[in-house]
């Protein structure tokens, strides 16, 4: 698997700018997306790195593009860095499992997290009495309950430093206009569906997760960015998942307890990271690639 990959820097890519966890680049007249071994919680970045993370995520979202291209197209190209005349031998090493070659597109500038279960800030919400992002629930739920139906809470997507913000629907029409926020919504709750259906056979709930979108030239819609990763979802074992239960999260929870018990606030700097934490960590992320591919972690 390599040495963990905090940066990148390539020769014969252009950086654009690097997110929470991928370093983007133009190459060629494409989008590269690197997956680095960074993570975050909270909305901050760890100042250490779960090793073999940006190959899970990579594998994981290649897998989803390919499974789910018939219910919305995406911006994926190739993962197959040595078909990519630009590099050298040196950056193939380095980005080899972790890189997407994918199409520019224009982001829309909004996240479209879809909740099929009771937990997180909309149990918070929820308890408190309040509509999750404009969305009114029938009472007499408990945690990690099934929705009726799976709802879509937007939300804005916060500048370095900031943290994301729900956001009623309407907001999102007035973000997107209304015609793309519905298509958008609409292929978010189709991908949600035939994501959770495919997991579900796998001993799977995927209680939430979200979705990035964006237009091509022509104006059509795009799946960009991950899919359905431990990064953007939550999973649950399907066996623990019941009303009123707190199913293990096979994503960051591991690393989001540990933060809590140490104090962490999301303002100040990061604690190091334990190394049981970050192999706790890797082994949760590789363990859910496995099972939702099928293929060895």
Known sequence: MGSPVLSTSLRHAVKLGSGKVRDLYRLGD????????????????????????????????AFWFDLLADVVPNHLLSIDVDSWPELDGDERAVLGGRSMRCRRATPLPVEWVVRGYLTGSAWKDYQAGRPVSG????????HASQLPEPILTPS??????????????AHAEELCGASLAAQARDAAL???????????????????????????????LLLIDECLTPDSSRFWDASEVRPGAHPRSFDKQVLRDWLTDQGADGRSPPPRL??????????????????????AP
Do not use: N, W
């Open 30 to 61: 494409d989008l590269l997306l690197v997956a680095t071994d960074r993570i975050s919680a909270y909305d901050v970045v760890m100042a250490d790195p779960v090793p073999g993370k940006g190959q899970v995520l990579t594998a994981v979202s």
């Open 135 to 142: 969305v009114v629930l029938p009472p007499g739920l408990e």
């Open 156 to 169: 804005t997507k916060g500048e370095p430093g900031q943290h994301d913000e729900p956001i009623p629907f």
């Open 190 to 220: 189709a991908l949600y569906r035939a994501g959770s259906a495919h997991a579900r056979e796998r001993g799977i709930v995927i209680a939430d997760t979200k979705f990035e979108f964006a237009t091509d030239a022509a104006g059509a």
């Open 274 to 295: 334990p190394p049981e934490v970050v192999e706790r960590t890797a082994a949760t992320y590789r363990e859910m690639a496995a099972r939702l591919t099928g293929a």
